[in-house]
């Protein structure tokens, strides 16, 4: 264990959901794990998640291992603010066939939101970890703020070049149609594609999906804000050659059975970042099985310590 990063006598502290104003009539809602003294890391979801989709037994096991665990509701999640724009369903098809179409903010934005929310707290530099659409935003911090980045763990995402990491086409009617309202509709829903899209050979326990669906709907979810989140993806750029600039440990989760991204954006992921570590994960989908979650914990925690 890096000396910078000690593991903590009691259990972690567990902070209030906060709130943090980053600019741009943006404000950030946040929770902390662990001692502020500890190595700071900052947890990003992907699209449509909420900070609560990071669990918060993996955020303790982090918080254990001596880091200062920050995650937060992206920008039309959770409890962050909403964007004034409208996304529409033809446009996002137009995007997703490499047609015209704007975005109502960048990938680079959400990046911001990031790096101003370790402003909030103090903070000059993090490590820093994403999941899918959050792996887009913490490759773009790395890369556009470089010096904020102490380490880079970039989970079952992509670079944002459209020949690798593409999605099932199958799964596109599902992410755009529109659900019934009520929150009994949006559990449902998403009980069915998250069996869809998970890990087949660590299948979740659809009674857990299904607690946290409606964890999801009560703190706030926004169909249009996903529609924004997924406008941002389409419209982001290539980042491969900015990677290949990074001098940053940096590690690559990806599961072999993932149907969200495919297996090729955590590959060509790894290969752009020089001396990055590429963990392949047989059976896995396009989640965090718990059974795996001491392996991350360890495989972060070895990233970390390469940063001295």
Not at 212 to 222: I, L, N, P, V
Request: hydrophobic letters at 40%; proline letters at 7%; glycine letters at 10%.
């Amino acid at each position: 264990m890096s000396p910078t990063r000690r593991a903590p006598t009691e259990a972690p502290v567990v902070s209030d959901e906060l709130l943090a104003p980053v600019g741009n009539e943006v404000e950030l809602c946040y929770q902390t794990f662990g001692d502020p003294d500890g190595e700071p890391l900052l947890l990003v979801m992907g699209l449509g998640g909420p900070m609560t989709w990071w669990d918060p037994d993996l955020c303790r096991m982090l918080a254990s291992a001596g880091f200062y665990v920050i995650r937060y509701d992206n920008r039309d999640a959770g409890r962050s603010s909403r964007i004034r724009a409208r996304v529409t369903r033809s446009q996002l098809v137009r995007a997703f066939g490499g047609r015209n179409a704007k975005a109502p903010y960048s990938m680079s934005d959400l990046a911001g939101d990031g790096v101003a929310l370790l402003d909030h707290l103090g903070l000059e530099s993090a490590h820093v970890a994403g999941i899918s659409m959050g792996g887009m935003i913490v490759q773009t911090i790395a890369v556009e703020h470089p010096r904020r980045v102490r380490s880079l763990t970039s989970i079952m995402s992509t670079t944002g070049k459209r020949t690798v990491g593409w999605q099932d086409p199958r799964l596109l009617p599902s992410l755009i149609a529109p659900r019934k309202p009520g929150r009994e509709s949006y559990v449902q829903t998403s009980v069915a594609f998250w069996d869809v899209i998970g890990s087949p050979d660590y299948p979740a326990d659809a009674e857990r999906l299904a607690e946290r669906a409606g964890e999801t709907f009560d703190r706030g979810y926004s169909a249009s804000g996903v529609m924004r989140q997924m406008m941002a993806i389409l419209k982001q750029p290539d980042r491969t050659q900015r990677l290949r600039s990074l001098r940053v440990p940096a590690l690559v989760v990806h599961g072999t059975a993932d149907k969200m991204v495919h297996v090729s954006g955590g590959r060509s992921t790894a290969a752009a970042i020089p001396g990055a570590e590429l963990l392949l994960v047989d059976g896995m989908g396009h989640d965090l099985p718990p059974a795996l979650f001491e392996s991350f914990v360890e495989a972060i925690a070895r990233t970390a310590d390469r940063a001295g």
